[in-house]
Structures are given as C-alpha cells and as structure tokens.
C-alpha cells in the first residue's frame, strides 16, 4: 500500500527526477505503463510551461535504460532456470510475468537478435522483458545501452508528443485513457517504419 502511495506522490509532483525513476520502475521488472508517466508530464510541459519537453523525454529514456540495466543484470547473473523459477512464482505473476511472457520476449530476441533490444521497445508485452534475454544471451553491454536508449527515446517522444498535443483538445482527467488508447496503434506503425528501414538497409548490403 505505501508503493501505491508513493508512486501516486511522485505522479502528482512530476519533475525529471520523478520521471527518472518512475520510468525506471516501468523498464524493470515491475508493472508499471509508461503512458502514466511521459503524456502526463509533456501535459503539464504545455499547460504550465513548468517542464521542458525536450528534457522530458531524456530524462525518461534515461529512467527506461536505468531500468533495463536491472534486469539485464539480474538475468545475466542469474541465469535461465532461476529467471524461469522466478517468471513461475506467485511473486513473478504479481508482476505480471509468466514463463509465457519470457519465452515470448526470448523468441522475439532470438529472431531479430541484438536489434530486438531496440525494435522490442515499441511492441507491447515484449517492451519491459526484452531486456531479459539480452542478459541470458550476454549481449555487448555497450550495444544493448545504445540500442536500448534509442528504442526507450523513440517510444518516449511518441508519448510526449501525443501529451503535448492533447493538452489543447483532452481534459486533464481523460488523458491517460485517449493515450492508452492510441498508444499501441502508434507503436506498431513505428515498428513498420523501422522494419522497412531495417529492410532497405540489409538489402543494400546484400547487394553490394
């Protein structure tokens, strides 16, 4: 009940460094959207001018690698069984984690390979966990941070976006549902761009 209430604290006094670690907890292991956190405070950036929204979004790429390192770490030391063992538990469904939910992260990981930890950031149920299998495959530090920060960037400036522009046409209590909403059509869209991206790059190598 106190986490409950501090999250609710830190929701209703957003600034970078609330943002940071609330977008930390939400790249982790715990439950927790990123569209309750980014669109709110993008919100207030255009309503009060009291944030900058250009911030907004470093800080909160900033919390989503933070919290991506914890479980790229935790699956790198742990390893396979106890990370399975834990998805498996009561505690582990508390998160909202189950073993269905890792295999799904690890075959998405397996089938785009260190790209996943970029193109997994924008596809729902697969954004918090493709951090996992990262780890389970020790993939290059440095690569996984890139890619990561670039994936978490692009996703937070959708959702930054979608808060700014709202402020003008959605009241404050309907935001997070009209960006809940909308979110996971945007998110696709960005995976078909940056499929189509991926493609004609592979295919100009290919062809020289």
Known sequence: MESVQFIQWCLDNLNYGTIT????????????PSEV???PAAYKAAATGELNIVLIVLFATLG???????NYFL?????????YKFANSRFGHMCLID???????EGFFIKYGVAATLIGRLVPAVRQLISIPAGLAK????KFVIFTAIGAGAWNGVLAGLGYYLESIVPEDMLIETVTRYSHEIGYCIIAVVAVALGIIIYKGVKK
Do not use: D, H, R, Y
């Open 21 to 32: 670690l609330l977008m930390a907890i939400e790249s982790s292991f715990i439950p927790f």
């Open 37 to 39: 956190v980014v669109p």
């Open 64 to 70: 989503a690698v933070i919290g991506a390192l914890v």
């Open 75 to 83: 699956a790198l030391w742990l390893g396979k069984p106890i990370v």
């Open 99 to 105: 073993q269905k939910k890792v295999e799904t992260a």
């Open 139 to 142: 993939m290059n530090l440095l």
